[in-house]
């Protein structure tokens, strides 16, 4: 990220560091680039004496080969780092769902009343990192009853009830709300498919901060379109950019965001801050943020 790296190169001198290049023995490897191509299985392959490698991003499936190559590796990614711009996007699309935002947005006469308040809704979060967690926050501020479903029933803050995933069926019935924030793996890939939202609420409405491999988006389609569904807002999509021709786009009742709930104007003095923290942790042998597990991918 070239915006970043004039005040992330200064502090990192400030905290001790020496910048050097991938030919010069570098003990820690720090991708700034957001998703941009970079041969770094051959940095690593070149320089076995690297023990750290921060990644840019809070997803890195695009990283999963190369966390199985190099598996002993200190791991670390942006998770988290993130959490409050995109926790704020997640509430824009759930109130916009729920509003009917998109259809009077494309409004050219006054129309009838709709929509519906947050209030006093059930909703269901998926996931278990910050942008979940930023998410639940948001929610409770609206008086609302909210399940966290994670890989572990290990409790969320501000969440009413916390729940491991052999319980998303249970949280999902008669849910009014889901915020997927979840990560993309095998075994999430279409978490979201017709059977589970044909257990939400009539009128219930999704919210897809995560990735949009974690819904089934032609199931999605026809529940918007029947009208089980009361809205969709997704900020995520597969495969990115959605196609024009994609059914979704022509449904007034789906609100689609180009992958935007964190912008590079947001991320980038976000990223910085997570860098020259992990810096300190590395350079201190303390504990160091957004650990990542190989074997789990995120």
């Not at 699309?93 to 006469?109: E, F, I, V």
């Not at 967690?133 to 969440?159: C, N, Q």
């Not at 923290?277 to 943020?289: C, D, K, T």
């Amino acid at each position: 990220m070239p915006e970043a790296a004039p005040e992330l190169a200064a502090g990192l001198r400030e905290q001790g560091a020496e910048l050097v290049g991938a030919d010069e023995q570098p003990e820690g490897v720090i991708v700034t680039g957001m998703f941009k191509k970079l041969n770094l299985t051959e940095v690593l392959e070149a320089n076995p004496q690297v023990r750290w490698v921060q990644l840019p991003s809070a997803g890195i499936e695009l990283y999963s080969e190369i966390l199985q190559r190099f598996p002993d590796l200190t791991w670390t990614s942006a998770k988290g780092a993130y959490a409050k711009p995109v926790g704020e996007h997640a509430l824009a699309l759930t109130l916009a769902a729920l509003r009917g935002l998109k259809s009077r947005a494309l409004a050219t006469s006054w129309g009838t009343e709709g929509g519906i308040s947050l209030n006093g809704l059930r909703c269901v979060v998926v996931g278990g990192g910050g942008v979940a967690a930023e998410i639940v926050r948001l929610y409770k501020a609206f008086d609302t009853h909210v399940t966290v479903v994670r890989r572990t029933s290990e409790p969320v803050e501000h969440a009413d009830v916390t729940v491991a995933f052999e319980g998303l069926d249970q949280a999902l019935q008669g849910a009014h709300v889901i915020a997927l924030a979840a990560a993309a793996t095998p075994t999430t890939r279409h978490l979201l498919n017709a059977e589970r939202l044909g257990l939400l609420a009539d009128g219930g409405v999704v919210a897809n901060v995560g990735r949009g491999s974690l819904v089934d988006q032609a199931a999605l389609a026809q529940a918007l379109s029947s009208g089980t569904l009361r809205g969709a807002g997704l900020d995520v999509t597969e495969p990115e950019p959605l196609p024009e021709t994609d059914p979704l786009w022509g449904l007034e009742n789906c609100l689609i965001t180009p992958h935007t709930a964190d912008t590079t104007e947001m991320v980038v003095p976000l990223l910085r801050e997570r860098i020259l923290a992990n810096h300190r942790r590395f350079s201190a042998g303390e504990p160091m943020l957004g650990l990542v597990d190989p074997a789990q991918g995120y």
